[in-house]
Each structure stands twice: as C-alpha cells, then as structure tokens.
C-alpha cells in the first residue's frame, strides 16, 4: 500500500463503473456516511468469496447503522455482476479491469502473474473518504473479521455522530431550544435523507 495512505489520511476519490456500467466516484457513494471499502481480488478468489459472504450476512447492520459498503475488483463488468449476484449482495461492486486501484496504490500481488490481481485490503473510511483504518488481506487470517468492522465502526461513528450520546446535558439544552441541526439527520430533510439510501 502507497506510504501516504495511513490513518488519517484521505483516500482517493476513484470514479469507476459499477455493476451496471454506471461511473461512480467513491465520495458519491459515500456520501456523509462511514463506509468499508473492500478492494478484491475478485471472482475466482476463494478467500475473497468467503470475506464477501460475511459481508453480505452483516449487510443489514450497515445499512440499519447509516454504513456504505464498496467493493472494488479487477474483475470485468461481466464477472462482477457474476460475482455480486451470486453472492447475493446489494452494495455497489466497481469494476477495474484496467488496475487503475492496484497501480495507483501499488497494491499489485506481483506473486500471481496469471491473474494479475491487486493484494486484497479492507477499509474502514471516516466521513470524507478519510481513513480510519486498513486491513491487508494477502492472507486470509489478516482481513477483519464482522467483531473487527463493528469496532472500527463504533469509534468512528462516535467521532462523526454529534448526537452520539444523549444523556449528554448540553444536547438535551440543545434540542429544547430547538437546535436542531446536531441531531440526525443534521438539517436534512426525510427527503434528502432517503435519497442518499
């Protein structure tokens, strides 16, 4: 992985097609929302087979915890689509035959010249594309397990939700007093909110 892509910083803003062709650019997907990122090898992967099962069981959470989950690959827009449905997930998977990630992050897995695939990576990004933290996934036992993701996601939720805790005194105040805008959705309307799901 680049030196420069550590806790703290921001990850690029890839803008790659999804699993209908449609170019998307992270941030749009994104959103304000916490988001995973996990950047695979893709279809003929095993390990990352059984890494997306699990994300597609602990789908339901994210979405219910306002999380947004990517997944990038090497894959063509065929196999990804292969790959996504049968899988059963409902996330947006990008396509990146021309290893636009891998190059660009050198993430190259240089062992497997057949496939040419990038090394697999999880991570867990802060509103802003900002990273909170990374998992390599070269071999399997060093890709976070659902405990790991839920724990990196409560930190950072913690950090972006204003209205984290509200026993607080100060936001009880602020809501009395009609303030409004530190309480989710922060100023959104249903509408907008909606929108972004």
């Excluded at 070269?138 to 990196?152: I, M, Q």
Aim: hydrophobic share 35%; aromatic share 10%.
């Amino acid at each position: 992985m680049r030196a420069d892509i550590v806790p703290g910083a921001r990850f690029p803003d890839y803008a790659l097609p999804d699993h209908t062709g449609t170019k998307r650019k992270l941030s749009e997907l994104q959103g304000g929302e916490p988001m995973v990122v996990f950047l695979s090898r893709g279809l003929y992967c095993p390990k990352d087979r059984r890494q997306a099962m699990e994300l597609v069981r602990f789908e339901p959470e994210l979405k219910v915890g306002y999380t947004k989950l990517v997944t990038i690959s090497t894959d063509d827009l065929l196999a990804t689509n292969e790959n996504r449905d049968g899988l059963g997930a409902h996330w947006p998977f990008l396509s990146d035959p021309g290893r636009i990630v891998q190059k660009d992050l050198d993430i190259q897995e240089y062992t497997d010249p057949v496939h040419n695939p990038m090394v697999p990576h999880t991570l867990v990004l802060a509103p802003e594309l900002r990273v909170h933290s990374i998992y390599n996934g070269y071999w399997y036992w060093g890709r976070p397990s659902v405990e790991e993701l839920r724990h990196d996601l409560r930190e950072v939720t913690r950090t972006v939700r204003p209205d984290w805790d509200l026993s607080d005194p100060q936001l009880r105040a602020a809501w009395k007093a009609g303030e409004n805008s530190r309480f989710w959705p922060y100023g959104r309307s249903l509408r907008e909110v909606l929108a972004n799901e």
